[in-house]
């Protein structure tokens, strides 16, 4: 049998931003992988125990760029937080101008990251930043409360 251990890196920034987040707003990952592949990456990073909600492929009938995995995830953040959690309360973060389109038509809030596209192709996200790292983030969401203590869980 061939064996093997997957090695997962965030991208520079990642773990500061979630846990800083995560310690005063529920999280959901929203992705077109399934479950088991996002607990693995998240394992791998050491956040799973950062993002309350998971939408997977096996989720929905209509992947990304359908808006209904960040609808759902949003309806499973109201059911966990016992209150309603609408769109307009989310911040999606996604790096695909066609996700990003259809994630503003259902009424999210949207950051994209310029990690895949050029900015100049994300100008239909409300912000746009280079990176993940928290210094950038807050320059484009300046009342984003970050918890800044820590790292580690």
């Known amino acids: 049998d061939l064996i093997y251990r997957r090695h997962y890196h965030a991208l520079p920034g990642v773990e500061e931003l ?31 125990d950062c993002f309350s909600v998971i939408v997977a492929a096996e989720d929905v009938e209509v992947g990304k760029p359908d808006p209904s995995g960040y609808l759902l995830a949003s309806k499973l953040l109201s059911a966990k937080a016992e ?16 996700v990003i389109e259809r994630a503003k038509e259902a009424g999210f809030k949207t950051l994209a990251v310029a990690t895949t596209y050029n900015p100049d192709r994300l100008t239909v ?29």
């Open 18 to 48: 979630v846990r800083g987040l995560w310690r005063n707003y529920p999280l959901a990952i929203c992705s077109g992988a399934l479950r088991d592949e996002i607990e693995g990456m998240l394992e791998g990073i050491a956040l799973r």
């Open 83 to 98: 209150k309603p959690i609408p769109p307009g309360q989310c911040l999606v973060v996604e790096d695909a101008p066609t």
């Open 125 to 153: 996200a409300d912000r746009v930043v280079k990176s993940l790292r928290p210094e950038e983030v807050l320059s484009a969401y300046p009342k984003l409360r970050l918890y800044r203590g820590p790292v580690a869980p």
